[in-house]
């Protein structure tokens, strides 16, 4: 059995993210005022554990403070200027969260939870090299059950928090009139500095799948539903040969709807099926699935399913790594630009229509920092000029397998302070973050005045930003 270093279980922490400290440090700054000994770090602290605070039905106890100077400490967080104060009220958020989207009837199911959990164990296990044993052991778990109660707990709370904040912003909009007067508020002398960046544009070409490939997926789906139907499990069967990661340590377990982030073709059979039943071999651009259905709950539906991709031949990469040498080729000799070869050949059609230029999926702009770019797209198009096509290389795409892909960065923005006219949309991101932080705290404020809350012993002596302690 391997033995998780301390660097390691910063991994697990961070996979976990369970208590939110990096937030804890940029929204808290709670000072004891009367007794010096509440905002000691847990460092050689000798107490009997005890319960400090009540939010609603939820209880805070002295110990869980100390885990939370564990985890962020584990993480690699300075823990030296933080207080134990600063620690309960960031958990006193959370537990206002946690109550109030239970008054506010936000449904987390178990079965939802348990997926999550799956899924985050896996990564942990992967990621930290380590065994089940060795987190349990970290956690001061007396076994592997005891910590999924407690990780089954932490993830419940986290869930529940998201979905509450999200409700709470959800609908928080920012005009130009505001985004203007956000620009102008700012102090010149206070005005960020925005660092580096690209704008990028791609070809990508994929290998072809040929028709005998995709039968053998067809036949072994088909095989799998036959046995199914003679009673063997859909679930051993999922987690034995199901290539959709998200779900195959479950037993292929969704809970979707019709607004779930799903693409169409599996949104249509999923809805087409009833109680019981196992759908036919179907194709996505992931590859192909089947579908189990085990309960219809309204809009809601519980599903399994199995994913298999067909495999790609060596004569197939070898024709797409011709193709896209081919294509180099005569953008280099200059018969054709590059956006018109990406929107003539390239086999991503959500680039392909614009020439092949990416989109930033948190910005929805053109612009990358180049401090925030993935490793294997940094070292495509940290060296390129404006303009210079790289050499084909191989990717491994998370939906469509090896592909093979030209870059070029079609500008380069150099750090500068930032500027109302140019980066209007990151200026407009700031605008609606502080729109939606104010929204919190005011939401925030409100349900300490509606919710019971108790906090108890030194800890009332704490300087909170937030009214917690009630008269």
Request: proline share 2%; aromatic share 8%; net charge negative.
């Amino acid at each position: 059995m391997k033995f998780i270093s301390s660097k390691n279980v910063a991994v697990v922490l961070m996979t976990l993210g369970s208590l939110g400290f990096a937030k804890a440090q940029e929204t808290v700054s709670d000072t004891v005022k009367k007794d010096p000994k509440a905002s000691k770090n847990f460092t050689g602290r000798q107490k009997i554990d005890g319960v400090i605070a009540t939010v609603g039905d939820y209880i805070i106890l002295d110990s869980d403070i100390d885990k939370n100077f564990l985890e962020a400490t584990a993480s690699g967080n300075d823990v030296s200027k933080v207080t134990r104060c600063m620690m309960l009220g960031k958990l006193l958020e959370e537990r206002l969260y946690a109550h109030q989207a239970l008054q506010d009837s936000i449904v987390v199911s178990d079965a939802e939870i348990n997926s999550i959990m799956e899924e985050k164990i896996s990564v942990i296990l992967e990621q930290s090299r380590g065994s089940i044993d060795d987190v349990v052991k970290f956690y001061k778990k007396n076994s592997e059950e005891e910590f999924r109660r407690y990780f089954f707990d932490v993830l419940k709370m986290i869930e529940l928090n998201k979905r509450m904040t999200n409700a709470i912003v959800d609908k928080v909009e920012v005009t130009p009139e505001e985004v203007r007067n956000f620009f102008v508020s700012i102090p010149k002398e206070e005005l960020p500095v925005i660092g580096d960046e690209v704008e990028i544009a791609q070809i990508v070409i994929q290998p072809e799948i040929t028709k005998a490939e995709k039968q053998k997926v067809i036949d072994k789906l088909n095989e799998f539903k036959a046995d199914i139907a003679a009673g063997s499990s859909f679930y051993s069967k999922a987690v034995l040969y199901s290539q959709d990661p998200g779900s195959k340590s479950t037993g292929g377990y969704m809970k979707v709807n019709r607004k779930s982030a799903l693409v169409k073709e599996f949104k249509e059979v999923a809805f087409s099926l009833d109680e019981g039943m196992i759908s036919e071999p179907f194709e996505t651009e992931y590859g192909f699935h089947i579908i189990y259905i085990e309960k219809i709950k309204g809009q809601d539906v519980e599903l399994r399913h199995i994913l298999i991709a067909p495999k790609v031949s060596e004569e197939a990469m070898k024709e797409a790594k011709d193709e896209v040498t081919a294509i180099r080729k005569k953008i280099a000799d200059g018969e054709i630009t590059f956006a018109d070869a990406a929107r003539a050949s390239s086999d991503e059609k959500e680039t392909r229509a614009n020439g092949g230029t990416l989109l930033n999926p948190k910005s929805l702009d053109t612009k990358f920092d180049m401090t925030k770019l993935d490793a294997i797209l940094y070292g495509q198009v940290s060296n390129l000029k404006t303009g210079e096509v790289s050499l084909p290389y191989i990717e491994e795409d998370r939906t469509k397998g090896k592909v093979y892909k030209l870059m070029m960065v079609t500008n380069r923005i150099p750090s500068h302070t930032v500027d109302y006219s140019k980066d209007y949309i990151k200026i407009k991101e700031f605008a609606l973050n502080d729109k939606r932080i104010k929204e919190i705290a005011k939401w925030t404020n409100e349900k300490i005045k509606e919710t019971y809350i108790k906090i108890n012993g030194e800890y009332r002596n704490c300087d909170f930003v937030n009214s917690w302690v009630k008269n």
